[in-house]
């Protein structure tokens, strides 16, 4: 572990953490003989890398062009790839075709729609191109339901397949023989969502699987478009299936609740399906025969191992990753115990950080004020200790995992700890957990999971009172603000909420409209039907109760938390004489991304609380 004992040496340390490029989204090509990945911290926007998958050769750039890479879809043929992009953070992201074999990429749909666009998929005719987008098909106008698209990509010419009554978040998904598109509607419930099924030559659209109004069900295709595997919630647990598109039949492969399976994929050339269970947020995988439910471990070592595919030489690609292992993608044998082959994915240039540089995380619970244990991950300090920061994650349904993160380590090497808690409403532990959140709706019993955690680390002697800070992004942002505005100081002493909601009504009022039915259904409804709770849960109506230091930090092109968020809650800081310092990016929309800007975040945080502690 980094011992920095000056700020010269601090700052060069987090220059090696943010040079170390960061992947995400990595796909094999459906023949399995390329590998695809979107890097980030090599430029000031995200790129998409390709590789064949056996090693053969290195990583070449496909797209860097000056707009984010966020997200990328295979077409059939292996061929081409579907590029989703967005520019400065606006999450709206335009379609475009790029070819392995260096032809000139193709723009699919506009580079700066005022609409929002979701998945992309190109058929086997190579003209075909299925997506989501709330956009109206006739007037051309931004509406609230996204609706089904099939694009003629010559002709330009779009049909609407499906058309949901309200909005929903919804990614179609095309089944691999190009007869039907698998979506998710919301229209009975925001909490919960049912699966539709819609035929690609228009015949139909309907619903096929409904676990209830209000509990959701997500599902994939089958290699075979045979069937969809399902994880479905229940009560009190999520059940695995298969749905039979032949019998319109469920069968249920996994249904025990003392398991917190929270997910399934069945990947190509593999004959069992990929399950994701998690216990005590850690991620476990195993592979079930859908034939005989025969389930074995797939444990390559420690750390966590996350299946990508099966190469076309039948070997595994996965992920794998830990606090001190930055996420990396490994080659392993097709057969346990899974030994690596080699890792893909190395920049040639770009050196690594020696893993006793970098700092565990250890795991750390206590129990909050109703008795119920609470987790979370602890990073000690390496140098003389000034005091503690909370790095409290967004969602809320997410959870901070024993990974590896550059903000973390820095802040650790300036001499704090930090605790990532896992707050009731986290994914990871169980779906009773998880839904316990909405019992309150936020600004409830998850912050007091939080505030006592912060007491916990005083208790133990890890932290010490009046030294203990808190941050995070989007929901971490709005637990911060709400934490400097209900915590006494001695518990926390001073806030940097990041793109955090202060106001619930703005928040509902003014994001993008998918995320709408979240807020209605963490919350219990809207603010129409709600006021009063909406009014209550919102920070802004406490600010004259600040009694700690206060950072801002917003990127001004957020559509999720937008910026009015900002600047209707420095009026009442100003009315109320409350002094913050206030940190905007004008290149950045949902969270601070750019390395140059993340450079400037933390080194501003680490000394906001160095100043805030002395």
Not at 139 to 163: M, N, Q
Not at 204 to 213: L, M
Not at 423 to 448: D, K
């Amino acid at each position: 572990m980094t011992k920095l004992p000056d700020i010269a040496a601090q700052d060069a340390f987090l220059d090696r953490l943010l040079d170390l490029p960061t992947i995400y989204s990595a796909g094999l090509s459906p023949d399995g003989t390329q590998l695809a990945w979107i890097w980030a911290k090599l430029a000031p926007t995200t790129q998409l890398w390709l590789q064949p998958a056996d090693g053969s050769a290195g990583p070449r750039c496909l797209v860097d062009d000056g707009r984010d890479c966020d997200y990328f879809v295979w077409a059939r043929d292996s061929r081409s790839i579907v590029v989703g992009q967005s520019s400065g953070g606006d999450e709206r992201i335009s379609l475009l075709q790029v070819f392995p074999d260096g032809r000139a990429p193709r723009r699919l749909t506009p580079e700066e729609p005022d609409y929002y666009i979701r998945g992309g998929e190109i058929l086997a005719d190579n003209r075909s191109l299925v997506y989501a987008a709330n956009v109206d098909p006739e007037s051309g106008e931004e509406i609230e339901p996204s609706i089904v698209y099939l694009h003629d990509i010559e002709t330009g010419e779009k049909r609407a397949l499906a058309r949901p009554e309200k909005a929903a978040f919804m990614w179609p998904l095309v089944s691999p023989d190009d007869r039907f598109v698998l979506y998710e509607r919301k229209d009975l419930d925001p909490a919960g969502c049912q699966l539709w099924l819609a035929a690609v030559d228009g015949s139909f659209d309907r619903e096929i699987v409904n676990v209830g109004a209000a509990a959701k069900v997500d599902g994939a295709w089958s290699p075979d478009s045979r069937h969809v595997v399902l994880a479905a919630e229940g009560k009190p647990h999520r059940r695995i299936g298969l749905w039979h598109v032949d019998t319109a039949t469920i069968d249920w492969l996994v249904d025990d609740a003392a398991r917190n399976a929270e997910d399934a994929m069945w990947l190509k050339r593999c004959d069992r399906i990929v399950v994701e269970e998690n216990r005590h947020a850690r991620s476990h995988m195993s592979l079930l025969d859908p034939a005989t439910r025969a389930e074995a471990p797939f444990a390559p070592g420690t750390g966590t191992y996350d299946p990508v595919g099966v190469t076309a030489g039948g070997q595994w690609v996965s992920w794998h990753y830990d606090a001190r292992h930055p996420a990396r993608l490994l080659q392993l044998e097709p057969a346990p115990p899974y030994r690596q082959v080699r890792q893909l994915a190395e920049h040639p240039t770009r050196p690594g950080i020696g893993t006793d540089e970098l700092v565990p995380a250890e795991d750390y619970r206590w129990k909050s004020v109703d008795g119920l244990e609470i987790q979370g991950w602890l990073y000690r300090a390496t140098d003389a200790v000034r005091g503690t920061i909370l790095l409290v994650h967004g969602g809320p349904t997410h959870h901070d995992e024993d990974s590896f993160d550059p903000e973390i380590q820095y802040y650790a090497a300036c001499g704090f700890h930090v605790l990532t808690p896992n707050y009731r409403g986290s994914t990871g532990f169980s779906l009773a957990f998880e839904e316990s959140i909405r019992i309150q709706g936020w600004g409830g019993l998850e912050q007091e999971d939080i505030r006592i955690g912060a007491e916990a680390l005083i208790r133990d002697g890890i932290a010490m009172k009046g030294k203990v800070g808190i941050t995070g992004t989007s929901y971490g942002g709005y637990s911060s603000w709400w934490a400097i505005t209900h915590f006494p100081v001695e518990t926390i002493a001073a806030a940097a909420p990041i793109c955090g909601m202060t106001d619930l009504v703005v928040d509902y009022e003014t994001t993008r409209p998918d995320l709408r039915p979240y807020s209605e259904e963490m919350m219990g409804g809207s603010p129409a039907t709600a006021p009063q709770r909406f009014h209550d849960r919102s920070p802004i109506h406490f600010v004259q109760d600040i009694k700690g230091k206060l950072l801002i930090v917003q990127g001004d092109n957020d559509p999720n938390v937008t910026p009015q968020n900002v600047t209707d809650v420095v009026r009442r800081l100003k009315a109320a004489g409350i002094d913050y310092e206030l940190l905007t990016f004008d290149d950045e929309g949902h969270g601070i991304g750019r390395p140059r800007n993340q450079r400037q975040l933390y080194r501003h945080i680490a000394d906001f609380f160095s100043r805030a502690f002395s």
